[in-house]
């Protein structure tokens, strides 16, 4: 079955400084792959998404990720965090059987200090 | 325009009850999604509805059901309500429900089950 890990679950940067948020996946078949982030109180948004094509994907708010198959990895980056970037990230893996189901890992909470 | 709303905001059941959540999605889209957030994990798939029709459903007990209405709105229903029940529970919306479609997050309704 499908499934993403997200290694870390607490994650503190510096307002300025680069961002790298880990999330492996297991599936035999290319994936599908996303990136949602949760603010307090807020739904999920989407950041980025991968389905073919070009490994390194871009995504709002400045995010990108790549897919590495060899590593089994999706992980996300954003070269410079701003404090507003604090929230809780999700990776998530598209289920087969049709639809648009996702199974999401974890989380990994970002907090920023000034 | 509005995204996916979601009612109640916020419920306190006792076990055993029985509740209901309500969903409506953003105008045009058709297909209605429901996961289960218990604090501290990832949201968990439990239904996809599309056109009224069942497309897809979760590992959940059958206390769960939900149903899509003529103008594709969306109750979840949970019965016999147990405290492991407690969660944010998140709807989403989209056109169609296939794959390569975006997904867009209601705020969720907070369930505690005392």
């Known amino acids: 079955a499908q499934s993403v890990t997200q290694p870390d679950i607490h994650i503190t940067v510096s307002e300025g400084a680069s961002l790298e948020l880990r999330c492996n996946y297991s599936y035999g078949a290319t994936p599908y792959l996303f990136w949602y982030v949760q603010s307090p109180g807020q739904g999920l948004q989407l950041l980025l998404k991968?389905?073919?094509?070009?490994?390194l994907v871009q995504g709002i708010k400045g995010f990108e990720a790549e897919f590495k198959r060899s590593q089994s990895s999706f992980n996300l980056r954003k070269p410079s965090v701003h404090w507003s970037d604090a929230a809780e990230y999700f990776c998530?893996?598209?289920?087969?059987?049709?639809?648009?189901?996702?199974?999401f890992g974890t989380g990994t909470q970002l907090k920023v200090e000034l | 325009d509005a995204g996916v709303t979601q009612s109640p905001t916020h419920l306190i059941k006792t076990r055993g009850q029985h509740v209901t959540l309500r969903c409506s999605p953003i105008s045009g889209h058709k297909s209605v999604s429901w996961y289960q957030q218990v604090l501290g994990q990832g949201p968990q798939f439990i239904f996809q509805y599309y056109e009224k029709e069942e497309r897809g459903r979760g590992n959940f007990p059958d206390r769960f059901s939900a149903r899509q209405f003529p103008n594709y709105s969306s109750e979840l229903n949970v019965n016999a309500l147990l405290l492991g029940d407690s969660a944010l529970y998140l709807c989403a919306s989209s056109l169609v429900g296939t794959a390569n479609e975006k997904l867009f997050f209601g705020s969720g309704t907070q369930l505690s089950v005392l």
């Open positions: 998530a893996v598209l289920l087969t059987g049709g639809g648009n189901k996702l199974t």
């Open positions: 991968y389905f073919s094509g070009d490994t």
